[in-house]
């Protein structure tokens, strides 16, 4: 099985910054694609960004239209590890943040959550 734990959680300031990231544990594959999703209160889990992360390049990066150029996704130097770089935060933003991970055509594995806060 596979374990995802993301960190890197906390509360910024609007206009701040925060990097989460996420270590996938267990049995992973060579190449997976995974992901970050997010959850506020009251609303429907949605789509952050996705990549397709081996120990050596990242393909297939994807991004939310709406958060492209504020949220960036990347692969780490380390096996299995991801990160979200999360710029000019919003309190909008506010949400708990979800790494997970996909297998053929559906996100089968997810990790536990980070809540992010941003303050006025």
């Known amino acids: 099985q596979v374990q995802l734990v993301e960190s890197g959680g906390g509360t910024v300031q609007a206009g701040g910054s925060l990097r989460l990231s996420c270590a996938a544990s267990g049995r992973t594959f060579s190449v997976e694609t995974m992901g970050w999703f997010r959850q506020a209160p009251g609303k429907e889990r949605e789509f952050v960004a996705s990549?397709?992360?081996?120990?050596?390049?990242?393909?297939?990066?994807q991004y939310a239209d709406s958060l492209k150029g504020r949220f960036v996704i990347s692969a780490g130097n380390a096996k299995n590890t991801i990160y979200l770089q999360m710029n000019s935060l919003k309190v909008e933003d506010t949400a708990v943040y979800y790494c997970a991970r996909k297998y053929g055509s559906a996100w089968s594995h997810w990790g536990q959550g980070t809540q992010v806060n941003v303050s006025l």
């Open positions: 990549i397709m992360a081996s120990d050596r390049k990242a393909y297939g990066i």
